[in-house]
């Protein structure tokens, strides 16, 4: 079975420049997830999709960053426009049921993204 | 803020078992206790969790204590790839990470 897949795995920008990351979850999975792991931390939630519908949305910086999950498959994640702060590791996660408790989540190998 | 505390760091012989420490005394009654590792440049691992009993799968074992206020993960028998840094967080089904436990297993 295909993990979650992510792209571009690595990603240098200037800041005030617009970048976007691509995540494909494991096939059949209702939920997606997206998180930001800045050096040091652990990941914190940003955006959690169920089919194509956003459930929890309360950790994203909506002036600058958007998501979409077109047709409940893969998504985007934007930030426009980037600052030094949004330096770090974007993770995309992926679980079988939607609002289901007690699931488990799998990650994909995350897209580091570093602003100059 | 995170609802677990970890230790920051622990070392374990290789060969021998490692036991990761949890406290989430504020854990409600229907979240589960979750166990993720991260193995440097890549994404979390999901490792094993569980809600009230005792769990054991190919990678670990869960212990929570009855009054569900702390746990330990219980890797039986590190090796060298089980360096990491792991993370005990609490959740239905959304998920908060604290810094986690850095595990170095050591010839």
């Known amino acids: 079975e295909a993990g979650v897949a992510q792209s571009p795995r690595y990603k240098i920008i200037e800041k005030r420049q617009s970048v976007a990351f691509w995540c494909n979850p494991i096939?059949?999975?209702?939920?997606l997830y997206w998180y930001q792991q800045i050096l040091g931390q652990g990941p914190k939630l940003l955006i959690q999709?169920?089919?194509?519908?956003?459930?929890?949305d309360s950790q994203l910086p909506k002036d600058r960053f958007s998501a979409e999950r077109l047709k409940g498959v893969d998504s985007t994640l934007k930030i426009q426009p980037a600052k030094l702060e949004d330096s770090a590791v974007y993770l995309c996660?992926?679980?079988?049921?939607?609002?289901?408790?007690?699931?488990?989540?799998?990650f994909g190998p995350g897209t580091r993204l570093l602003v100059l | 803020d995170a609802k677990t505390t970890q230790p920051p760091s622990m070392d374990c012989a290789e060969g021998r078992a490692a036991n990761l420490p949890c406290n989430h005394s504020?854990?409600?009654?229907?979240?589960?206790v979750y166990w993720y590792r991260q193995i440097h440049s890549q994404g979390p691992q999901y490792i094993i969790h569980?809600?009230?009993n005792n769990e054991t799968n190919e990678m670990a074992s869960l212990i929570i204590t009855e009054d569900r206020k702390s746990s330990t993960l219980i890797l039986p028998h590190a090796t060298l790839r089980d360096t990491a840094v792991y993370y005990c967080?609490?959740?239905?089904?959304?998920?908060?990470f604290g810094k986690g436990t850095m595990l170095l297993v050591s010839p």
């Open positions: 996660a992926s679980s079988l049921g939607a609002g289901v408790v007690g699931e488990t989540q799998y």
């Open positions: 096939s059949g999975h209702a939920t």
């Open positions: 999709f169920q089919n194509n519908g956003v459930v929890d």
């Open positions: 504020t854990i409600s009654g229907n979240e589960y």
């Open positions: 569980g809600l009230k």
């Open positions: 967080t609490l959740g239905y089904s959304t998920l908060t």
